[in-house]
């Protein structure tokens, strides 16, 4: 399966070469998510129906759920009346999260998708579909 890559702008930024954690998984409804919050973000672009969805699909995503995710030997350090959980039940750390998008929107955060056998220019993702990329 080709990797699918997103370009956008935030605060007028130029973002580009940003992976798309599950593209065309939710008909293009697209949110920038920031790991870190620094000078050294991480970005990713994940396709969910809500911010609260979003945190699910970084959560249960195997190569990238390891950001948010506590690793066992460190739950004493998250107090059980202050953490959040994932949809599998792990323990998050959202202290570093930021999810950039606006509710109710059709695109909440706007971006192109780029990839291997789409248009040079890129494809807006309510367009995207993995039967419609060229081999």
């Given at each position: 399966?080709?990797?699918?890559?997103?370009?956008?702008?935030?605060?007028?930024?130029?973002?580009?070469?940003?992976?798309?954690?599950?593209?065309?998984?939710?008909?293009?409804?697209t949110?920038?998510?920031?790991?870190?919050?620094?000078?050294?973000?991480?970005?990713?672009?994940?396709?969910?129906?809500?911010?609260?969805?979003?945190?699910?699909?970084?959560?249960?995503?195997?190569?990238?759920?390891?950001?948010?995710?506590?690793?066992?030997?460190?739950?004493?350090?998250?107090p059980?009346?202050?953490?959040?959980?994932?949809?599998?039940?792990?323990?998050?750390?959202?202290?570093?999260?930021?999810?950039?998008?606006?509710?109710?929107?059709?695109?909440?955060?706007?971006?192109?998708?780029?990839?291997?056998?789409?248009?040079?220019?890129?494809?807006n993702?309510?367009?995207?579909?993995?039967?419609?990329?060229?081999?």
């Open positions: 399966m080709a990797t699918i890559t997103a370009s956008g702008n935030i605060n007028g930024h130029e973002l580009k070469n940003i992976e798309v954690i599950n593209p065309g998984d939710w008909f293009g409804k949110w920038l998510i920031e790991i870190g919050g620094s000078y050294s973000s991480h970005y990713l672009i994940v396709e969910a129906d809500s911010m609260s969805d979003a945190i699910d699909e970084l959560a249960d995503s195997e190569k990238h759920g390891h950001h948010i995710i506590v690793e066992d030997e460190n739950l004493d350090d998250y059980e009346d202050n953490r959040h959980y994932g949809p599998s039940g792990q323990v998050l750390d959202l202290d570093h999260l930021m999810i950039h998008g606006q509710e109710g929107s059709k695109i909440p955060f706007t971006c192109t998708y780029h990839g291997e056998g789409l248009p040079p220019d890129g494809v993702p309510t367009e995207f579909g993995w039967d419609e990329i060229e081999s």
